[in-house]
């Protein structure tokens, strides 16, 4: 590989369950984040990323604030978004947020833009849902010209125009690491390339070398642009535990409680254990033993020739002393074991 391989971590902060078997308050599941975070942190982790969300299963609403709060207990890992839903925000508030956390981690801070997979944001904030692709890419397009740290013009249809603005504060390093995550649409893969900005493929069920051709279209398309190679990264669930029985029987209930209430919600049928165990063994849930989920997570890294992996490891209500559990097992073992086998 040309550059070794960075993992990570993401988490859209699940509101999991307390000791007494009921879920834990929002504020709780907040505090938990930070606390799996400077654990990533002290076990040599690369990245930490906190998703968007504004429904009552996950506690996360504005991953800026959350970030910030992780920054000032960490020393080194590198903090994101898993994702930020551009479409329903405000590109220059976006901006400024994310250039504040890169000042208060010494700049640390990414950016990975998205649309998001779930739209409650839209009617929260008044945004027309007939609008979906329309407000991503008027919105990108000037988060791309705010990257430049320059005065910006700018006119849309979708929000008020722009002529001669500065936007403060600025960055140290003059530009915020930004990448576009893209759930598996060609269109959306041609537009990370068109705006020179790296990929993260979510790639959240089905076999991960079925994303090949996406990542051979990024690479031609960033031929065809004159533009180098940039970074792929991969954005996938799993849970760690000591041994590969183990992971499997911890996460399965938990797991289901999620999956069943989004299928619901997306008129999938329930789950039931045979695709669970499938997922696990061939499709995109990286759960196991250190051993195990590092042999896949290096294939996967080998297969799609990505630089970055980032594992969800949280799953719904499966509660924050397995989380941290899992955590430590991932940074102290898998990765080490990742880096060996790819060396």
């Not at 509101?15 to 002290?42: F, K, M, N, Y």
């Not at 690479?219 to 180098?228: E, K, S, T, V, Y």
């Amino acid at each position: 590989m040309a550059q070794a391989l960075e993992l990570g971590l993401d988490t859209f902060g699940d509101v999991t369950r307390g000791t007494d078997g009921s879920p834990v308050s929002h504020a709780r599941a907040i505090r938990d984040v930070v606390e799996e975070a400077v654990l990533a942190d002290e076990l040599g982790v690369d990245f930490f990323g906190v998703g968007e969300h504004h429904r009552s299963d996950f506690a996360v609403s504005v991953p800026e604030v959350v970030l910030a709060g992780i920054a000032g207990r960490t020393t080194r890992i590198r903090l994101g978004s898993a994702v930020t839903v551009l479409s329903s925000d405000d590109p220059i508030r976006v901006f400024q947020r994310f250039a504040t956390l890169d000042a208060l981690s010494n700049g640390r801070a990414e950016v990975i833009l998205g649309r998001g997979s779930f739209t409650e944001s839209f009617p929260l904030f008044g945004f027309d849902l007939g609008q979906y692709e329309t407000l991503f890419e008027e919105k990108l397009s000037l988060f791309a010209e705010l990257l430049k740290e320059e005065p910006v013009t700018w006119h849309g249809r979708t929000r008020s125009a722009l002529v001669d603005q500065s936007v403060f504060p600025t960055t140290e390093s003059g530009r915020l690491p930004v990448w576009i995550g893209v759930g598996g649409s060609p269109e959306s893969v041609l537009r990370t390339a068109r705006y020179g900005m790296p990929l993260m493929l979510a790639i959240i069920g089905g076999e991960p070398l079925r994303f090949r051709p996406y990542v051979d279209l990024y690479h031609r398309a960033l031929d065809q642009l004159g533009m180098p190679r940039l970074p792929i990264g991969v954005h996938s669930p799993g849970y760690v535990a000591d041994t590969d029985e183990q992971a499997r029987e911890e996460l399965w209930p938990d797991y289901r409680v999620m999956r069943d209430r989004i299928g619901a919600e997306r008129g999938w049928p329930p789950m039931d254990r045979a695709e669970f165990d499938h997922e696990v063994e061939h499709g995109s849930l990286y759960v196991g033993s250190p051993e195990t989920v590092a042999q896949k997570i290096a294939a996967t890294a080998r297969g799609l020739g990505i630089s970055r992996f980032d594992l969800k490891y949280s799953a719904g209500p499966l509660p924050h002393e397995k989380l941290m559990h899992g955590i430590e097992l991932y940074g102290s073992r898998v990765i080490p074991r990742v880096r060996e086998l790819l060396a």
